[in-house]
């Protein structure tokens, strides 16, 4: 089968691969009929990515039909139509039973497919821990509506769930990028007072205001005397940085009022310096890290109806036997892209 991978630093290939087997009893095979591109196969190819595996094929953003299953999957079978999650995850250790499933402490546990194990930017993809790391789709929703449920838009409704978000707060949004552009929809659900919506990039603003026209968005340099001006306490009561740069980095802690919360969920090229003797009379309270995706199922709920639609950033679409050029494009950030849908050909 074809496969998209990871030769070296700063080179990814479209290569021939054997296709998948089961390995262990909890296993599944998945064709693959949609993957995208992610940045954090960016960050991978990069070399910011330190577990990341030489050889692997990227790619952790999919659906597709089972093809077969180990003798231990119970919940789903061959023909189902699924979404597969970011991570897998045991469901029995202690970080699972507790919702922690990013580090669940299976070898396989966390994010594996497309970093440590192969991954989805293929026709078939092996899915360990199945029962855990698959979501059915709904009948009513398509594979374009299901495309992020296991990654970005799980990492969505999992931010706006740790900021405790609330009818009475001000929330600020650091990144309208596809991850922040899902943030945005997910915070949308919880109601809150205002949303104000920041990110450099023209285009990706005129999205922002489509996809939620109340919502005040600004440029960066605009960002902290907005949220002086229109935030009662002088700053945003949530701040949820999704960009992923230096500047954002700091945006995030200066737009935030005394004793808010602070969520960073970026992935960063560089270390980051929390700069203490400027912060401390702030009391502010920091969550970091990287998704744990234990909603899935109700984020299919949500588009099956109809409250969520990801779609609009769905931009360009390409065929797996052109995704070089398709990778090309998304790490350039060029001709408006946010999102490529790619399909086997």
């Known amino acids: 089968m074809k496969a998209f991978s990871f030769i070296a630093p700063g080179e990814f290939k479209l290569t021939d691969k054997p296709r998948p087997v089961i390995l262990k009893p909890t296993d599944a095979i998945v064709r693959v009929t949609l993957a995208s591109i992610c940045s954090s196969d960016v960050h991978i190819k990069h070399g910011a990515v330190p577990r990341a595996v030489t050889g692997v094929t990227v790619g952790h953003e999919m659906v597709g039909i089972i093809e077969s299953i180990g003798s231990e999957v119970t919940k789903f079978a061959p023909g189902d139509r699924v979404t597969v999650n970011v991570e897998t995850f045991c469901g029995e250790c202690f970080f699972c039973q507790n919702g922690f499933v990013n580090n669940c402490t299976d070898p396989n546990g966390g994010w594996a497919l497309g970093c440590r194990i192969d991954g989805g930017l293929a026709e078939y993809v092996r899915v360990p821990l199945a029962d855990n ?44 990028g596809p991850t922040g552009l899902c943030t945005l929809l997910c915070a949308m659900l919880r109601h809150p007072a205002r949303i104000i919506v920041c990110e450099k990039d023209s285009s990706r603003r005129d999205l922002a205001k489509r996809l939620c026209p109340d919502a005040i968005v600004v440029s960066t340099e605009e960002l902290l005397p907005t949220v002086a001006k229109a935030c009662p306490h002088g700053g945003a009561d949530r701040v949820i940085e999704v960009a992923g740069s230096d500047d954002s980095f700091r945006l995030a802690w200066q737009a935030a009022r005394p004793n808010a919360i602070v969520t960073i969920v970026a992935l960063y090229d560089n270390d980051q310096i929390l700069p203490l003797p400027h912060i401390y009379g702030k009391n502010l309270t920091f969550k970091t890290g990287g998704v744990d995706g234990c909603d899935c199922d109700r984020t299919l709920q949500l588009i099956s109806e109809g409250l969520i639609d990801t779609t609009p950033l769905l931009t360009h679409r390409f065929p797996l036997s052109r995704i070089e050029e398709a990778f090309e494009l998304f790490e350039s950030k060029s001709d408006g892209v946010v999102k490529i849908a790619i399909r086997p050909d």
């Open 133 to 176: 790391g698959l979501n059915k789709i709904p009948d009513n929703v398509s594979d374009e509506q299901a495309l992020f449920v296991g990654d970005i838009l799980a990492t969505g409704f999992w931010t706006t769930k740790i900021s405790e978000i609330s009818q009475s707060d001000s929330v600020a949004i650091i990144g309208a």
